[in-house]
């Protein structure tokens, strides 16, 4: 059994007026030791266009934005979170953001522009029966559009439109939950 949860704007800002985030388990029965599959979804709610950036690399562990924090829970304690392995993330490009049309959604982990998987949910094997969560949260709220490069390989002279298309990001957190019932 599973239950999807839409996002809730954890903290306000234009990302939860024109994204919605949902998260979503696959229909069970789920078994001890076997990963359960969750798909995640980003949709435009607004009547204006939205630029998004999926999962990049060190996005799942909070070293680059955009952040895509993960977690597992287990009777309401943390069972499961990211491990950092390699401090060095790729640079940012160009072809990372994607524009939204209104009422338009992608998997901010597939496609060929780059993103990656989010490892918690790809990796983890429920150890004993019960009730699960599995919770992420996306937030946009760099404080230096900095904060979205890599750390090697940036080229200085796309620094400009990088920018640019970083302002183009709606600033805010958004989190979205699914339970899941591991027998």
């Not at 979503?24 to 076997?34: D, K, N, Q």
């Not at 160009?94 to 992608?106: K, Q, Y």
């Not at 090697?152 to 339970?179: K, N, S, W």
């Amino acid at each position: 059994m599973s239950r999807p949860s839409p996002s809730s704007g954890t903290g306000g800002g234009q990302a939860a007026a024109a994204l919605r985030m949902v998260l979503r388990a696959a229909t069970g029965p789920h078994h001890v030791g076997e990963p359960v599959s969750v798909e995640v979804g980003l949709r435009n709610v607004s009547d204006a266009d939205v630029w998004v950036v999926g999962v990049l690399d060190g996005s799942e562990a909070g070293m680059r934005f955009p952040y895509f924090r993960t977690a597992v829970l287990h009777d309401g304690r943390t069972v499961y979170r990211p491990v950092v392995e390699d401090p060095l993330v790729g640079p940012l490009l160009r072809s990372h953001f994607r524009r939204l049309g209104p009422g338009e959604s992608f998997d901010p982990t597939a496609g060929g522009d780059g993103y990656a998987p989010l490892t918690v949910f790809t990796q983890f094997r429920p150890v004993e029966k019960g009730s699960y969560r599995y919770r992420l949260t996306f937030s946009s709220e760099s404080v230096r559009p900095e904060q979205w490069f890599g750390r090697f390989g940036q080229r200085a002279d796309e620094h400009d439109t990088l920018i640019d298309l970083i302002d183009r990001v709606p600033r805010g957190v958004l989190t979205a939950m699914a339970d899941v019932t591991v027998i």
